[in-house]
């Protein structure tokens, strides 16, 4: 089975820091997504990553950055944290980008800016 | 104007089959359409996929329609276990690369 995780389940930040949310694939999947998933508004793309050192802007990123060194490895960086990005994260990975809409998914991080 | 919708909620009683429908109305031409179920605090699964006419695996079967339009998940003889959020993934034309959407979700509540 195919596993993603996620660093952290649970976490509370203040407003100004840097948070960083670590996601980790198993499965030599090519591809990485981050999404935010706030109620009535379903999941948004943040940024997805189709390569090592690859990247592409989503729907939403604004006030993000994102980093992938290693293959099974894809970071989501809040530089400076802000109320308006608590929310759920999702982290999810896809074996190519032609089968990218097959995603497997992580457990998600609640992150709440306080 | 690249969109999917869903139905908010569905409420079904155990034993029963299940249709829910997702309109897509610009999606792109060579991508295909994926249905995800959630439960809560938990990620998006993949249950289903196609391209088009009809999909059946163990699970569900996905309807859809020459047009590409729409797409419809059928769920055979939903038990209570089944109440979950279902949302459907689809792809618009983005110029280079096609742009994925997810719909925003429809919430089944089955019922005894």
């Known amino acids: 089975d195919v596993k993603v995780t996620q660093s952290s389940r649970y976490l509370v930040k203040r407003t100004g820091e840097k948070v960083f949310l670590e996601c980790v694939q198993d499965?030599?999947?090519?591809?990485m997504f981050w999404y935010r998933q706030d109620p009535g508004l379903g999941l948004r793309l943040i940024y997805f990553?189709?390569?090592?050192?690859?990247?592409e802007k989503g729907d939403i990123p604004e006030g993000y950055s994102v980093s992938r060194e290693k293959k099974e490895r894809f970071s989501l960086i809040l530089e400076s944290a802000s109320t308006n990005q608590t929310s759920m994260y999702l982290c999810?990975?896809?074996?190519?980008?032609?089968?990218?809409?097959?995603?497997?998914f992580g457990p998600g991080t609640r992150l709440t800016v306080l | 104007l690249a969109k999917t919708t869903q139905p908010i909620s569905m409420d079904s009683y155990e034993g029963q089959e299940v249709n829910i429908t997702c309109s897509h109305n610009?999606?792109?031409?060579?991508?295909?359409i994926t249905w995800y179920q959630q439960f809560p605090s938990q990620g998006p699964r993949f249950i289903i996929q196609g391209y088009k006419t009809k999909v059946t695996n163990e699970v569900a079967s996905l309807f859809i329609p020459a047009d590409r339009k729409s797409s419809t998940l059928s769920l055979p003889r939903v038990s209570l276990s089944d109440t979950a959020v279902y949302y459907c993934?689809?792809?618009?034309?983005?110029?280079?690369?096609?742009?994925?959407?997810f719909g925003t979700g429809t919430l089944l509540a089955v019922q005894p």
């Open positions: 610009n999606i792109a031409t060579n991508d295909y």
């Open positions: 999810a990975s896809s074996f190519t980008y032609a089968n990218r809409g097959e995603q497997f």
């Open positions: 993934l689809v792809g618009f034309d983005g110029g280079a690369t096609n742009k994925l959407i």
């Open positions: 990553s189709y390569d090592v050192k690859m990247k």
């Open positions: 499965m030599d999947h090519e591809n």
